[in-house]
Structure formats: structure tokens, C-alpha cells
DNA sequence: ATGACGTGGAATCCACGA
């Protein structure tokens, strides 16, 4: 099964891009970021003609999160737990049932977290805080489950084509990377770095500045895995061509191929 | 050293992003 994540940075300016992306690359599920629309207006039809099951969880104007499936989701979840007065729409759950194993699947958009310090850093934190709690959990569940997403977060330094530029940004800051580590260390595996090492490896590139042309990445989409679906991962790649094209969103899929 | 670009929503500019 091939499981994308795509911050696709507006569903309606990205319609045609995604789709023919889907078009192309025929993925069985993508945890979409970054819809910028409430559910109502969510455009589902395109997506539905191609035989996509589409859950939603979308607010006005900004963030948003949505999940797109050839086979039907069950148990569909939206808002991450452990704060009931939290409004923005950045986390998804459903469960997917494959030819051999089911798994959770959990779409995600982190906060940025600019400027530091600041209450958007703070809500970053914070946000993270209960990202590990539900981490925990799905860990607890021990059945195959993943957390795939914009995480906003630059890992290490090979990240980053200048890390130097990023080591006062919210994105770099050593206090979002350990919250980050926290969570990997319960025992997550980074489907990306499982397989492929060293620098030049991005899923985002700023509109500006030339920062595409000029290869000024970083790389902040992520798949974390627990052991039951690491067992069962067979590749995960970044299809960084995606970037190139006509009216690109700054982010580029990340694919995950998975033996459910 | 600075700014640069794009989206959505309201409104002829602003918030937000990374």
C-alpha cells in the first residue's frame, strides 16, 4: 500500500496539481495538510470520481487536515487529544484495513511556531506535549499505526541546505528537536532516515528567493512508525519533481510504500 | 543588508506561513 503525505498548501489553488498527481502517481491514501477550507467547501467530487474516500477536518482560512482512501476508513477521529479548547483543525485519525493487517493512521499538520519566543511557540510546545501523549498510545496499541505529516520540524542539521539560517527558527530550535527525539526515542522509526542517509534530502522549498532553483531546502515531512508497521515498511522516498512543476505548492509528497 | 512569494479572506490591505 502506498501511503503519501502531501502539505498541499490550499485545496483550491492545488485542485489540479493534486490530482494530477494522483493521476500519476496512484497512491492508496495521502494525509493531506493545509486544505485552507472548511469541510462544507472541501472540493470532494474530484477526488471521489477517482475513487477516493475523503474525510475532512478543515476550519476557515488556515490549517486544516484531510485523508484520502481507496479503501474505506473506519473510526475516523478528528483533533488531536488533551485540550478541548484547542480550534485549529491539525490532526486526523482513521483506520485502514490492508489485504494482511489494519493500520491507524494519523495525518498531522504541526504548528510552525514563529516567532520565538512567543504564544505561537509556546502553542508549538505545548501541541507537542500532547502529540507524545497520543504517541504513546498508539504505541500501547502495539498494532500497526503511523503519524505522517508537516511536522514542522528540521531534525538535524543535514536537513537543512543552511542550517545556519535556521538556528534561531522555530523549526530548528534545540527545544523543538528534542520534542521531536522525545517521541522517536518511545520508539517511532523515521521511515525516510530508516533508509536513506546524508544531506540533500528536502520536502520544502520556500517560494522565495529563488530558493527552489538555487536547491534551499529543508526537510520537515515526516513519517514516524511504530514497530509493528516499521516491520512491515518496504520504501519511503520524496518526490521532489512534484516541486517544479506549474503553480507547485511549497512542499513536495513524501510516499511511503507499506506490505498491509 | 534587505527583500523576495503565495494563499485565503476581506476589501483595495492583512494574517499567516517557514
Given at each position: 500500500m502506498k501511503i503519501a503525505t502531501f502539505n498541499i498548501n490550499g485545496i483550491k489553488a492545488r485542485l489540479n496539481a493534486l490530482t494530477d498527481w494522483l493521476d500519476e502517481a496512484q497512491p492508496d491514501v495521502v494525509l493531506c495538510q493545509?486544505?485552507?477550507?472548511?469541510d462544507e467547501a472541501f472540493p470532494r467530487e474530484p477526488f471521489e470520481d477517482r475513487g477516493y474516500n475523503v474525510e475532512t477536518h478543515g476550519q476557515k482560512g488556515f490549517n486544516g487536515v484531510a485523508i484520502l482512501s481507496k479503501r474505506p476508513l473506519e473510526d475516523v477521529t478528528r483533533g488531536l487529544p488533551g485540550d478541548d479548547t484547542d480550534e485549529q483543525a491539525r490532526w486526523i485519525e482513521a483506520t485502514v484495513v490492508g489485504d494482511t493487517h489494519a493500520c491507524r493512521l494519523c495525518g498531522l499538520y504541526l504548528p510552525n511556531g514563529n516567532p520565538v519566543p512567543g504564544p505561537k511557540y509556546d502553542y508549538k510546545l505545548d501541541w507537542m506535549k500532547r502529540l507524545e501523549a497520543r504517541a504513546r498510545d498508539l504505541l500501547a496499541d502495539e498494532m500497526p499505526a503511523l503519524m505522517g505529516g508537516d511536522y514542522n520540524i528540521i531534525p538535524q542539521a543535514e536537513d537543512a541546505a543552511k542550517p545556519e539560517a535556521w538556528v534561531e527558527d522555530a523549526l530548528f530550535r534545540p527545544e523543538s528537536r528534542a520534542a521531536y527525539r522525545r517521541i522517536l526515542n518511545l520508539g517511532f522509526t523515521e521511515a525516510f532516515r530508516a533508509q536513506t542517509e546524508g544531506p540533500g534530502h528536502y520536502s520544502f522549498w520556500d517560494y522565495q528567493a529563488g530558493a527552489w532553483q538555487r536547491d534551499n531546502g529543508i526537510r520537515i515531512d515526516h513519517f514516524l512508525l511504530t514497530p509493528q508497521a516499521a516491520d512491515l515498511m518496504v520504501s519511503c522516498t520524496i518526490?521532489?519533481?512534484?516541486?517544479?512543476?506549474?503553480?507547485?505548492?511549497d512542499h513536495v509528497p513524501v510516499v511511503l510504500e507499506i506490505a498491509l
Amino acid at each position: 500500500m502506498k501511503i503519501a503525505t502531501f502539505n498541499i498548501n490550499g485545496i483550491k489553488a492545488r485542485l489540479n496539481a493534486l490530482t494530477d498527481w494522483l493521476d500519476e502517481a496512484q497512491p492508496d491514501v495521502v494525509l493531506c495538510q493545509e486544505i485552507k477550507s472548511v469541510d462544507e467547501a472541501f472540493p470532494r467530487e474530484p477526488f471521489e470520481d477517482r475513487g477516493y474516500n475523503v474525510e475532512t477536518h478543515g476550519q476557515k482560512g488556515f490549517n486544516g487536515v484531510a485523508i484520502l482512501s481507496k479503501r474505506p476508513l473506519e473510526d475516523v477521529t478528528r483533533g488531536l487529544p488533551g485540550d478541548d479548547t484547542d480550534e485549529q483543525a491539525r490532526w486526523i485519525e482513521a483506520t485502514v484495513v490492508g489485504d494482511t493487517h489494519a493500520c491507524r493512521l494519523c495525518g498531522l499538520y504541526l504548528p510552525n511556531g514563529n516567532p520565538v519566543p512567543g504564544p505561537k511557540y509556546d502553542y508549538k510546545l505545548d501541541w507537542m506535549k500532547r502529540l507524545e501523549a497520543r504517541a504513546r498510545d498508539l504505541l500501547a496499541d502495539e498494532m500497526p499505526a503511523l503519524m505522517g505529516g508537516d511536522y514542522n520540524i528540521i531534525p538535524q542539521a543535514e536537513d537543512a541546505a543552511k542550517p545556519e539560517a535556521w538556528v534561531e527558527d522555530a523549526l530548528f530550535r534545540p527545544e523543538s528537536r528534542a520534542a521531536y527525539r522525545r517521541i522517536l526515542n518511545l520508539g517511532f522509526t523515521e521511515a525516510f532516515r530508516a533508509q536513506t542517509e546524508g544531506p540533500g534530502h528536502y520536502s520544502f522549498w520556500d517560494y522565495q528567493a529563488g530558493a527552489w532553483q538555487r536547491d534551499n531546502g529543508i526537510r520537515i515531512d515526516h513519517f514516524l512508525l511504530t514497530p509493528q508497521a516499521a516491520d512491515l515498511m518496504v520504501s519511503c522516498t520524496i518526490d521532489k519533481q512534484v516541486r517544479g512543476r506549474e503553480k507547485p505548492s511549497d512542499h513536495v509528497p513524501v510516499v511511503l510504500e507499506i506490505a498491509l
